[in-house]
T-cell receptor, first 117, second 113 residues
Framework: GAGVSQSPSNKVTEKGKDVELRCDPI?????LYWYRQSLGQGLEFLIY????????KSGLPSDRFSAERTGGSVSTLTIQRTQQEDSAVYLC???????????????FGPGTRLTVL | AQSVTQPDIHITVSEGASLELRCNYS??????LFWYVQSPGQGLQLLLK??????LVQGIKGFEAEFKRSQSSFNLRKPSVHWSDAAEYFC???????????FGQGTELSVKP
């Protein structure tokens, strides 16, 4: 597609429920990233995919958070047993591989605003 | 530890005035550096980036940034601000470790008529 798309744009859920957030990267981009933006914490890295594998999951805040990527394209971020502190905007970005394996510029989607009541 | 610092949380400038937003990075090696802008309710839009070469980088919307290795800085500038520039601006750095961007805290820009 023309840009990174994310769905839903807004999600309101009750504490304890599971949620799935979807990211559709720019066509042909092999790298995909999830970030979280919240008032107290700013922009935080969550996880990075290169193809379908995730070489860096260091930013996932707890084992309630997981992500997968299939077919080297769409990615889903799942939050189980949501808590109020999970309320944030979840941003997805994608990039293409640059020289020598370095990833290049990251292009961001519009985000999913998650509200946990 | 790798970090990016934006010392100014909020800046107000008059329309037509010049603008400089500060950004400092910390690490031994020079990272790749970026400036993004975020309007309310929107995602992050790339303004410009520095990888290597010329230390003065031109971006979109009339913005430019200058990389200064001696000061570990990558300040964003615009000679004449427009009301539509009001937004939040993020400086970010990419190091060759896993591909993640390290973001500064952001600077909110207000433009007064």
């Amino acid at each position: 597609g023309a840009g990174v798309s994310q769905s839903p744009s807004n999600k309101v859920t009750e504490k304890g429920k599971d949620v799935e957030l979807r990211c559709d990267p720019i066509s042909g981009h092999t790298a995909l990233y999830w970030y979280r933006q919240s008032l107290g914490q700013g922009l935080e890295f969550l996880i990075y995919f290169q193809g379908n594998s995730a070489p860096d999951k260091s930013g996932l805040p707890s084992d309630r958070f997981s992500a997968e990527r299939t077919g080297g394209s769409v990615s889903t971020l799942t939050i189980q047993r949501t808590q109020q502190e999970d309320s944030a905007v979840y941003l997805c970005a994608s990039s293409s591989l640059g020289l020598a394996g370095w990833t290049d510029t990251q292009y961001f989607g519009p985000g999913t605003r998650l509200t946990v009541l | 530890a790798q970090s990016v610092t934006q010392p100014d949380i909020h800046i107000t400038v008059s329309e037509g005035a010049s603008l400089e937003l500060r950004c400092n990075y910390s690490y031994g090696a020079t990272p790749y550096l970026f400036w993004y802008v975020q309007s309310p309710g929107q995602g992050l839009q790339l303004l410009l980036k520095y990888f290597s070469g010329d230390t003065l980088v031109q971006g979109i919307k009339g913005f430019e940034a200058e990389f200064k290795r001696s000061q570990s800085s990558f300040n964003l500038r615009k000679p004449s601000v427009h009301w539509s520039d009001a937004a939040e601006y993020f400086c970010a750095a990419f190091y060759n470790q896993g591909g993640k961007l390290i973001f500064g805290q952001g600077t909110e820009l207000s433009v007064k008529p």
